[in-house]
């Protein structure tokens, strides 16, 4: 394994006074594939948001690329390489398809945009006969794709992806396993996904680890996993 260049150390964090995550400590290494499975309600979610930060961390450190970015803002953290793909996609639904992509790289800072986008693009074809299109109109597996695609335009290194295949129809949801796969060899990406998806998280992660109320309570072989129905069988509810 390649040294870790991602590390979340004693995170606490919440809304308000109600507390949500109580002293997480995680780290990814360069390439890795972390997946997270909780039930819901179990803080998956404020997990990304913190890290990301939409939700200021109460205590402990995020540390990216051997820098602290624990008070840094969400476009700072954008710029330096952490790219978030949030659960219900929150795509532009007035912009067209190619605008929501020029969003996705002018937010990360990227300067060179036009070439970007079309690299981006390439990776994901189903995208090219739509982009006159307006989100809004897109089918729910479509979004998903063109959200994961703006987030790329950002030339992410860590992608923070949170439950990417609610709500989505399979043909979809393995297209989107069989592009992250190839894109984590082509492009050297880590990917921390939060998922319930249990075949999808299984062929996908190196490493599988259990969140309950908030703390990372243990690890699972993502093999374990394959013909399994409910997290059930791993988090007791």
Do not use: W
């Not at 978030?84 to 996705?104: E, K």
């Not at 894109?183 to 062929?203: H, K, M, P, T």
Request: proline fraction near 5%; charged fraction near 20%.
């Amino acid at each position: 394994m390649q040294p870790e260049f991602f590390k979340v150390t004693g995170l606490k964090s919440g809304y308000g006074r109600i507390p949500i995550i109580f002293g997480v400590d995680l780290s990814i290494a360069a390439g890795e594939f972390v997946g997270i499975l909780g039930h819901n309600g179990m803080g998956k979610s404020t997990l990304l948001r913190t890290i990301m930060g939409h939700i200021p961390a109460s205590s402990g450190s995020i540390e990216f690329g051997g820098a602290s970015i624990t008070k840094t803002s969400p476009a700072a953290r954008a710029r330096a390489g952490l790219g978030y793909v949030p659960q219900g996609r929150q795509i532009f639904p007035a912009l067209s398809v190619m605008d929501n992509l020029r969003v996705g790289a002018a937010a990360a800072g990227s300067r060179d945009g036009s070439r970007i986008i079309e690299d981006v693009i390439e990776d994901f074809p189903r995208l090219k006969p739509i982009l006159d299109r307006a989100g809004g109109v897109l089918s729910g597996g479509e979004q998903q794709i063109l959200a994961l695609a703006r987030c790329l335009c950002g030339r992410p290194k860590l992608i923070l992806l949170d439950e990417p295949t609610e709500g989505i129809q399979p043909s979809i949801i393995e297209e989107m396993k069989e592009r992250l796969k190839a894109l984590a060899r082509s492009r050297g990406l880590s990917i921390l996904l939060v998922e319930q998806n249990l075949e999808f998280i299984s062929d996908l992660a190196t490493r599988v680890l259990l969140i309950k109320r908030g703390l990372l309570s243990g690890e699972v072989d993502p093999a374990s996993l394959h013909g399994a129905d409910l997290a059930d069988e791993f988090i007791p509810a």
